[in-house]
């Protein structure tokens, strides 16, 4: 079993190594090939006594483990008191955030890092990688455009849940959501997440420059920090996530706007200022409600944002909407054609499914995502 310090000490971390509970019980664990900012991530040798592995988040140096215990012990205890009260919404939160489940201590007794749910990487992508895939990011599949509007939804409904147990997401980047083969997201990092417990306030951590919120910004002292922050942020990945990577402050100007946060702080965006390269598709495939809905949630008065209840209804009246055209793409016709290659002839999509239902591709993969996505539900907030 394994000494604090000579965890600390030796670089690289070791390969493989035993550690224990809170409850004083030994598991053994192994290095996987992730780490983070803040630590490296270990997989235990064996299963929980469901059968189901973990992921051990061991801290860099002491420093950071100290800084961090407080906060870990405050979100452990808090999901236990969730799940007293509330155990279905537990249960949903439990398999889409990778909440910490217990701390891990060295052999000597020092707070090293913490358990939590082990997600298989090689049965996942994150949604950075999802929006920067070719097949994906230039609609290269008939399937691309439903594909990322079933990601979107699944986004924003994973996000509703994180706010639900209460947290503030904060550090909302891409690499922080995985995206299962079903299309299921996880969010990762939740030690990084704020909230409020037993009258102690636990604010987010670090946020990306290029993602910040307006009241993220230093200048900008009139708001503070709160779920709304992550309306604003789940709006951006939303939009990039149709808009091959763009963010809504990508856009033509016709006028010099100053830099970034400049236009943040203004309420500038796509949808008010100038127009997307000519290259992006056209906004309109975002959906009739969704262009009602996404610009308002980047507003910069945090307080005019509205619900994501919002926002996964619009995304979800898509899936009512979309049409396959004669070249088999699965769209939003946008001016009685198909973006992607201009087709003017459309069916509706289980009338292709249909009288195309002997085809093993890409029909089967169709019918099968399509399935799942009118089968959705909205969870009321």
């Given at each position: ?7 600390w000490s030796?670089?690289p971390?070791?390969?493989e190594?035993t ?10 664990i192994?290095?996987?090939?992730f780490?983070?900012?803040e630590?490296?991530?270990?997989i235990?040798?064996r299963?929980d006594k469901?059968?189901?592995?973990l ?5 860099n140096n ?8 407080e906060?870990i ?5 808090r999901?236990l008191e969730?799940?007293n009260?509330?155990?279905n919404l537990?249960?949903?939160i439990?398999?889409?955030i990778?909440?910490?489940r217990v701390k891990?201590?060295s ?6 890092g913490f358990?939590?749910?082990?997600i298989?990487s090689?049965n996942?992508t ?10 994906y990011?230039f609609?290269?599949t008939n399937?691309a455009y439903q594909a990322?509007?079933?990601v979107?939804y ?6 509703r849940l994180?706010h ?5 997401i904060g ?9 299962t083969?079903?299309?299921?997201i996880?969010l ?6 704020g909230f ?5 306030i636990y604010?987010?951590?670090?946020i990306?420059?290029d ?7 230093e200048k900008n ?5 709160s779920?709304e922050?992550d ?11 149709f808009?091959?990577g763009f963010t809504p402050?990508n856009f033509?100007?016709t ?10 702080l203004?309420?500038k965006n796509v949808f008010?200022?100038?127009s ?10 975002l959906?009739k409600k969704?262009?009602q809905?996404l610009?308002?949630c980047?507003?910069a008065d945090?307080?005019?944002r509205?619900?994501l209840?919002?926002l ?6 898509n899936f ?5 055209c ?6 939003l016709?946008v001016k009685n054609k198909?973006f992607?290659?201009?087709?003017t002839?459309?069916?509706?999509v289980?009338?292709s ?7 093993k591709?890409p029909?089967k993969i169709?019918k099968?995502?399509?399935s799942?996505a ?6 009321s907030?």
């Open positions: 079993m394994a000494k604090a310090k000579e965890i030796n670089e971390f070791p390969e190594m550690v224990k509970t809170d409850k004083g019980y030994p598991i053994k192994k290095k996987s090939n780490r983070g900012g630590g490296i991530i270990y235990t040798e299963g469901y059968g189901n592995l992921a051990v988040k061991i801290f002491e420093k950071k483990a100290k800084e961090k215990e906060k012990s405050a979100i452990i205890d999901c969730l799940k009260k509330n155990p537990f249960e949903k439990k398999n889409h990778a909440i910490p891990i201590y052999e000597d007794g020092e707070f090293i358990a939590m749910t082990y298989d090689s996942s994150t949604l950075y990688k999802f929006i920067n895939d070719e097949k990011k609609y290269s399937i990322k509007n079933k979107a699944n986004f924003v409904k994973t996000i994180a639900k147990a209460g947290f503030i550090d909302l980047h891409t690499d922080n959501v995985l995206i083969k079903r299309t299921e996880i990762l990092d939740v030690d990084n997440y409020i417990h037993k009258g102690n604010n987010p951590n670090a990306r420059e993602v910040l919120p307006p009241e993220y910004i002292t009139k708001y503070s920090i779920q922050s309306i604003y942020l789940t709006a951006v990945h939303v939009y990039s996530i808009m091959m402050f033509v100007r006028e010099d706007l100053g830099d970034e946060n400049d236009i943040k203004s309420g008010n200022t100038g997307p390269p000519p290259y992006l598709p056209p906004l309109e495939i959906g969704t262009l809905v610009p308002k980047l507003d945090p307080y005019k509205p619900k209840k919002n996964q209804e619009a995304l979800r009246e009512k909407n979309m049409k396959v004669s070249n088999g793409h699965v769209v016709p198909c992607i290659c201009d087709s002839k459309f069916s509706e289980m009338e499914i249909h009288r195309k239902e002997n085809k591709f029909i169709l099968n995502l399509f799942k009118i089968k959705f539900t909205i969870v907030s």
